[in-house]
């Protein structure tokens, strides 16, 4: 496999059992269109989440990337959640940032605790102790006194929590205008340049 441009960003992707499926699968979509190198775990709950909202069959063993992204699925690689000797479990694997996306409480606490079992707890890992930007995307509601003490643990050792809360002042007329508002901020805040959604006007 030829290496990538020099300037091609190199993203990983994570996918986990909290309800928002749509907002991994548009996400993945969003990096593959722009070019990005996307490195994608999903985890067994992620996968059933997927399943349960979307239709798609999950094969963890080994997804059919084109039925998650129709288009530029050449450039995503598929690291199985089980795999604590992937590439991306290294802190000398130099990607550039990374995104879960949904985050599940359960995720969100193991990363927090700093005791994460799986390929994904342990590249979020990595994220944060080589202090590369790492991006949680919760979907839960109402947050507990220990949800939010994890994500203020999270927030103080350099993560991004974006809580999966979309906008209304660009007036979205479908679903799909709600969750392009939220990947669109999750690709800015992965360094992405993207049009997804409208931004507030300059005067």
Sequence with gaps: ???PPADKKKIVL????????????????????????????????????IRRETGIEIDLGNPAIHRLCPTGGESVHYVPYNRLDAPVCSGSFLFDA????????????????GCGDN?????????????????????????????LRNM??????GAVVLPASPGFYHRPDSVDALVDFIVSRVLDALGIDNSLSPRWPEK
């Design 1 to 3: 496999m030829n290496s």
């Design 14 to 49: 994570a996918v986990t059992g909290a309800s928002g499926a749509v907002y991994g699968l548009r996400t993945l979509q969003a990096l593959a269109q722009s070019g990005a190198e996307v490195w994608l775990s999903i985890s067994p709950a992620g996968g059933e989440i």
């Design 119 to 147: 390929t994904i707890h342990r590249a979020a890992d990595v994220a944060l102790k080589e202090r590369r930007r790492l991006v949680l995307v919760p979907r839960e509601a109402p947050l507990s006194a220990i949800h």
């Design 98 to 113: 990374m995104a879960i996306v949904p985050c599940s409480m359960r995720t969100l606490g193991a990363v927090a605790s």
């Design 152 to 157: 203020l643990e999270l927030a103080r050792a």
